[in-house]
């Protein structure tokens, strides 16, 4: 029986590790070694929770002090926040830094230089490895084929890659010489990717021939010439080859990744862009309420100082960790949390290119013991699924190298937390239920190794970060009563716009509530200030942790020839958390039968790729709508669930 923190090390909670107590206590000797225990004695607090207080008070102080301390600068900054331009809010503007800089180069000057940076392993089974140095002359070859590509600071790459190290060296590349990427997840398809190209007018794109997932090739280039067809911009189409299968090349745009880093424009010599630190790092898409996804942009300086905060304080990341977060490089966990962060830590990390039960469900367990992993970081979706195939999986493997666990994307139920605490924590690893989004760059709500947990509760705040719950109006909601996830204070890592749409940044994020930051979720508090996140409350489906809008769905929908109109939700499901339900009108002469509904549904997934496949098309005579012609998803939902509709009265008659 491990020993668990006596309740003094832990803040005012006084319960202990019983059967009757709410609580979950993290192991002493965790607590203990903790990185965010010494930096609160450090700076003489009583407990974390002291700390955690004060960094929410003073919170340009605390930015500052980890702005120093995380990071390192070509020109230390001499302000920390400038709001004059609210809520274009800004953050040590006047310093010069590079976020490849302190991911890389900073490492190879020190012993670092041979540590292990990048595990990879593919689906296969074979794997690949790259040290600090490696990968910092990887990194410099691209940047150089790039720049001979004539991309410079400012222009923008679109990456669509499946999850090998090409995609962090692409990204990495990128970032060196000042140009932002924009990555598309390699599960989108055609549509997406076009628009996402569209909007970001990248003159490159970077893809491979194609990925393996549960053992089948994906198509990616065939995808994306597809893609470019309606992309007149795209002038260059870099392709990685992973699996080796035929693709067309097309003679003048098309040029093989391996060739080019080849040649010798491909120097392994590059200097890293010295930029000001609001120069912008990357966008990425995410669903937002209505019409095409957005650009969310962040910035070189503040996010690498709250994406390496986090991960230092709350997932506890040290030098000789093997960590490991299952997450797609494609996604925002992924930039955060696979490509960025660990390696401004210096850490050691796993990467996995497949499915995690493949060939068989103990594959991700296998990969734990075969490693030595020490810090796990998936999504609830990824546990429920595994949870299914039951214990004897994870049993068969030795997980006690696993020392802390996390979670994200969505709310994760409280049975899969008990399952995830005691099967593959062995009742020894806390879980880090961290809430943060796109918008947010790294995480906001989220316990630190020394908090006492509750099974589905994200717990607090994390440090620097003022978030509360609040009724329609902005007032501070009660106890357990729901309410609206706000922000009050800017926070480094924060997108900084909307890509080409500062209108629509200000309307959706900081209009709501004048002056407070609106994440788009529900939420309530418990009595211990706790906060339980519900979900959505806009038009945005989480499907197995992917966030999709029911408007793309809808005009996917509406883009076959027998559609005339469509809605979209989101029902519950067992390992998905959400599934997406669809409601056609289909046009004069269309017959409603078993072969059209498979039609759409194939339909979906091959114009939005494979996520967004809906579970159900039902064909229905007309659609709930208010007199504006909105349709009304939320009496939908109602009816799909057999619930009370609540208030029709804006319904057209
Ligand atoms: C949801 C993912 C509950 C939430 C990093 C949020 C969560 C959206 C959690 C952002 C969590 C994420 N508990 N809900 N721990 N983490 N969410 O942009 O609805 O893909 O607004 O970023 O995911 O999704 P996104």
């Given at each position: ?10 803040g005012?909670?006084?319960?202990s ?6 609580f ?8 203990e070694?903790?990185n965010?225990?010494a ?17 929410i008070?003073h919170?340009?102080?605390f ?16 302000k920390?926040l ?9 953050w040590f ?5 590079n ?9 190879v000057?020190?012993?670092?230089k041979?540590k ?5 392993e ?10 600090y140095w ?5 990194v410099n070859?691209?940047a ?10 400012g222009?923008?790459?679109t ?9 962090v ?21 055609v549509?997406?990717?076009?628009t996402?190209i569209?909007d ?16 089948k ?6 995808i994306?010439?597809?893609?470019i067809?309606h992309?007149p ?33 491909a ?13 912008p ?9 209505t019409?095409?996804p ?15 905060t986090?991960?230092?304080?709350n ?7 093997v960590y ?16 960025y962060?660990?390696?401004m830590?210096?850490a ?9 039960t493949f060939?068989?469900?103990n594959?991700w367990?296998?990969?734990?013991e ?5 810090v ?6 990824a546990?429920?699924g595994l ?14 190298s696993?020392?802390l666990?996390?979670s994200?994307g ?5 049975e899969?937390?008990?399952w995830?605490?005691r099967?593959i ?5 806390p879980?880090?239920?961290?809430w ?24 607090r705040?994390?440090f620097?970060?003022?978030?509360d719950?609040?009724?329609d ?5 009660s106890?357990d009563e ?7 204070n800017p ?15 200000i309307?959706?994020?900081?209009s709501?509530?004048?002056g407070?930051?609106t994440?788009?979720?529900?939420a309530?508090k ?5 906060f339980?996140?519900?979900g ?6 989480k ?8 408007a ?7 883009s ?8 979209a ?13 669809t409601?056609?009108?289909?046009k ?7 072969d059209?509904?498979d ?8 114009v939005?790729?494979p ?12 659609l ?13 939902k109602?009816?799909a669930?057999?619930?009370p509709?609540g208030?029709?009265?804006t319904?057209e008659?």
């Amino acid at each position: 029986m491990t020993e668990h923190a006596a309740p003094t090390t832990v803040g005012q909670f006084s319960a202990s590790n019983d059967a009757e107590s709410a609580f979950y206590y993290p192991p002493a000797a965790l607590v203990e070694n903790s990185n965010v225990l010494a930096y609160a004695r450090e700076k003489g607090f009583a407990d974390v929770e002291a700390m955690r207080q004060w960094s929410i008070e003073h919170y340009q102080d605390f930015w500052a002090d980890m702005a120093t301390r995380m990071v390192d600068w070509y020109m230390p900054f001499s302000k920390v926040l400038d709001d004059s331009k609210a809520p274009f809010y800004q953050w040590f503007n006047d310093g010069k830094i590079n976020i490849v800089h302190n991911a890389l180069d900073r490492h190879v000057k020190t012993w670092r230089k041979n540590k292990l940076a990048l595990i990879w392993e593919s689906e296969k089974g074979d794997n690949k490895t790259y040290s600090y140095w490696q990968l910092f002359k990887r990194v410099n070859k691209f940047a150089n084929v790039l720049k001979s590509m004539g991309v410079k600071k400012g222009d923008t790459v679109t990456i669509y890659l499946p999850r090998v190290p090409e995609i962090v060296i692409a990204m990495l590349a990128c970032a060196k010489i000042g140009a932002m990427h924009s990555v598309v997840y390699g599960g989108f398809s055609v549509e997406a990717l076009q628009t996402r190209i569209q909007d970001a007018q990248s003159r490159v794109v970077i893809t491979a021939d194609g990925g393996y997932m549960n053992g089948k090739v994906v198509e990616l280039k065939k995808i994306t010439d597809d893609a470019i067809k309606h992309s007149p911009v795209v002038e260059i189409v870099i392709v990685v080859k992973r699996t080796g299968h035929e693709v067309e090349m097309q003679q003048g745009r098309d040029l093989w990744y391996e060739e080019l880093m080849a040649l010798p424009i491909a120097s392994t010599k590059c200097e890293t862009e010295q930029l000001d630190a609001e120069h912008p790092l990357y966008m990425l898409y995410t669903s937002g309420t209505t019409g095409a996804p957005k650009g969310l942009v962040h910035t070189h300086g503040g996010y690498q100082v709250g994406v390496a905060t986090t991960l230092h304080f709350n997932l506890d990341i040290k030098e000789d960790d093997v960590y490991w977060c299952a997450a797609d490089p494609g996604w925002v966990t992924g930039h955060s949390y696979i490509v960025y962060g660990p390696l401004m830590l210096g850490a050691t990390q796993v990467m996995y290119e497949g499915a995690p039960t493949f060939p068989f469900p103990n594959r991700w367990w296998n990969i734990v013991e075969r490693y030595g992993v020490t810090v796990l970081y998936t999504a609830p979706t990824a546990i429920r699924g595994l949870m299914r195939f039951g214990e004897a999986w994870p049993n068969r493997h030795d997980l006690g190298s696993l020392r802390l666990l996390g979670s994200v994307g969505e709310p994760i139920n409280p049975e899969a937390w008990r399952w995830y605490h005691r099967v593959i924590g062995r009742n020894n690893c806390p879980i880090m239920d961290t809430w943060w989004q796109t918008e947010t760059g790294s995480m906001m709500i989220t316990p630190n190794p020394t908090t006492p947990l509750k099974p589905g509760s994200g717990t607090r705040a994390s440090f620097g970060i003022d978030a509360d719950v609040v009724n329609d109006q902005g007032e501070h909601a009660s106890d357990d009563e729901d309410g609206l996830l706000i922000i009050r204070n800017p926070w480094p890592s924060m997108l900084r716009t909307i890509y080409n749409n500062p209108e629509r940044y200000i309307e959706q994020y900081w209009s709501r509530i004048p002056g407070v930051y609106t994440a788009g979720d529900s939420a309530r508090k418990d009595e211990d200030g706790y906060f339980w996140v519900i979900g959505r409350i806009d038009d945005v489906i989480k499907v197995s942790g992917y966030r999709l809008g029911t408007a793309e769905v809808e005009s996917a929908l509406v883009s076959h020839p027998s559609v005339a109109e469509a809605a979209a939700i989101g029902l519950p499901h067992e390992v998905k958390g959400n599934a997406i339900h669809t409601f056609v009108i289909l046009k004069n002469g269309y017959e409603a039968n078993q072969d059209l509904e498979d039609a759409l549904i194939a339909h979906v997934g091959k114009v939005m790729g494979p996520i967004a496949r809906p579970e159900a098309v039902q064909f229905v005579p007309s659609l709930p709508k208010t007199r504006s012609g909105k349709i009304m998803r939320r009496v939908l939902k109602a009816r799909a669930l057999g619930l009370p509709e609540g208030d029709l009265s804006t319904l057209e008659q």
